[in-house]
Antibody, heavy 118, light 112 residues
Framework: QIQLVQSGPELKKPGESVKISCKASGYTFTDYAMNWVKQAPGNGLKWMGWINTQTGKPTYADDFKQRFVFSLETSASTAYLQINNLNIEDTATYFC???????????WGQGTLVTVSS | DIVMTQAPLSVSVTPGESASISCRSSKSLLHSNGITYVYWYLQKPGKSPQLLIYRMSNLASGVPDRFSGSGSETDFTLKISRVEAEDVGIYYCGQLLENPLTFGSGTKLEIK
């Protein structure tokens, strides 16, 4: 069965970096783009962008163009989200979600909570 | 950016009754290919969002047929018939017509 399994919760200090993983299984990784979605505590869903799993080309939403990096390890069917120079406003749960042109976001990771605190 | 506006903020429903959630987009979500790119998700407490409806009116795999989606180019409705306790959570609409992809702010469904 199709699964997206994300790495565990992270506690970081302001200014540090974090790298979250999203391991896919049950399908051919390069057949579908991977998207990232942010959910701050008590807030709604905010789309961060996506990465083309065939070419590795990332596309970032405007609010996520400066300190955010999407990457891949195709041989491991894994997508990564790195956030540099963390600040308090980065405290959130981050979800990876697979994009299918026919149905949209049918599969989601379980989410990774990143807490930024001094 | 396309703004997705949901109403109401919250709804309280007696089990067995129906509930409707509205979503309005700031731009038509009807593509020239005839597909309307609006989607509905349910996020149960402490869980990831799950897809309920895709392309305005198509039921996602495994979703009970108590859920249905309808609408026009800019006004959309999610209807839940015969609400059950397991339906509690926050419902989001979202658009996949153009980047940046955007979501509504959510509607919380509670059971009376």
């Amino acid at each position: 069965q199709i699964q997206l399994v994300q790495s565990g919760p992270e506690l970081k200090k302001p200014g540090e970096s974090v790298k979250i993983s999203c391991k896919a299984s049950g399908y051919t990784f390069t057949d579908y783009a991977m998207n990232w979605v942010k959910q701050a505590p008590g807030n709604g869903l905010k789309w961060m962008g996506w990465i083309n799993t065939q070419t590795g080309k990332p596309t970032y939403a405007d609010d996520f163009k400066q300190r955010f990096v999407f990457s891949l390890e195709t041989s491991a069917s894994t997508a990564y989200l790195q956030i540099n120079n963390l600040n308090i406003e980065d405290t959130a749960t981050y979800f990876c979600t697979r994009y299918n042109p026919s149905v949209g976001f049918a599969y989601w990771g379980q989410g990774t909570l990143v807490t930024v605190s001094s | 950016d396309i703004v997705m506006t949901q109403a109401p903020l919250s709804v309280s429903v007696t089990p067995g009754e129906s509930a409707s959630i509205s979503c309005r987009s700031s731009k038509s979500l009807l593509h020239s290919n005839g597909i309307t790119y609006v989607y509905w998700y349910l996020q149960k407490p402490g869980k990831s969002p799950q897809l309920l409806i895709y392309r305005m009116s198509n039921l996602a795999s495994g979703v009970p047929d108590r859920f249905s989606g309808s609408g026009s180019e800019t006004d959309f409705t999610l209807k839940i018939s015969r609400v059950e306790a397991e339906d509690v959570g926050i419902y989001y609409c979202g658009q996949l017509l153009e980047n940046p992809l955007t979501f509504g702010s959510g509607t919380k469904l509670e059971i009376k």
